[in-house]
């Protein structure tokens, strides 16, 4: 039997990236897993974000190790749409064990006045209190918590840059941090466990896009991806250019699990020593 047998997991952003390596990671342990992405295009995001079809390729994975899984289709910055998303796993499963706040992302384009900022905190901050609040009623003792935070978003100057999407996406990472520090305490009378999770780059379409390639080369034009690797590692100390989601899974499959049972209110980084480098904004 699995660490996680028995469990049920609601995932946000699980059709692809570190979500779906998430999702496939706590279903080898046994879990179940009721998997949200929101599956269409916001407009001040300057890369594809996931599709129907990647979440659908997101449950066929977990069905093929054996696990049950229930997609919706919502809105993480919708409220009611996450509850009724979960809703519809409960009726299924009949609990819920483990929550991970996982979506995320890094709007560029103003389409209206600081329409960047307002789609960034939305999603990156509102929408992770909305998933902690609508799981919180079907929660109990030796619940775990995970949100996805970033390294990149605790550094001055790595993504204020690129406009107002960038400074929501830094101000709301640094905003959780506060926020798992906080709610992490109000949360141990009841054995329920909050962490959060900080990568570095993370070889997902957040990061391997034409924009973010820019970013990183500024003296070329039009930079490859091949360009852009180039630059990549001077953001961590380690000389990588940046990890894998199945890295940040293996933390987020140790916070979830009994071996950290009395680990909770943590910011714990994944950045192979980038803060050690960076200035932090906190």
Partial sequence: MGKLEGRVAFITGAARGQGRSHALRLAAAGADIIAV???????????????????????????????????????????????????QGLAR??????????????????????????????????GVMNTVAVSLPHLGAGASIVLTGSTAG???????????????????????????ETLAL???????????????????????????YRTFRPDLENPTREDAEVAFPAMQAMPIPYIEPEDVSDLVFFLVSDDSKF???????VDAGGMLKGEPAL
Wanted: overall charge negative; hydrophobic content about 40%.
């Fill in 93 to 126: 499963f009949g609990r819920l064990d483990i929550v991970l706040a996982n979506a995320g992302i890094c709007p560029w384009d103003d389409l209206t006045l600081c329409s960047g900022f307002i789609d960034g905190t939305d999603v990156d901050l509102i």
């Fill in 37 to 87: 992405d929101i599956c269409e295009q916001i407009p001040s995001v300057p890369y594809p974000l996931a599709t129907p079809e990647d979440l659908a390729q997101t449950a066929r994975a977990v069905e093929g190790l054996g696990r049950g899984i229930v997609t919706v289709k919502a809105d993480v910055r919708e409220r009611s749409q996450l509850r009724e998303a979960l809703d």
């Fill in 263 to 269: 680990i909770t209110g943590m910011n714990i980084r």
């Fill in 186 to 212: 109000q949360l141990a009378p009841h054995s329920i466990r909050l962490n959060a999770v900080h990568p570095t780059n993370v070889n997902t379409p957040l990061l391997q896009n034409d924009r973010l």
């Fill in 154 to 180: 605790m550094m001055k100057g790595t993504v204020e840059g690129i406009g107002s999407g960038g400074v929501a996406y830094s101000w709301a990472k640094q905003t959780v941090f506060r926020y798992t």
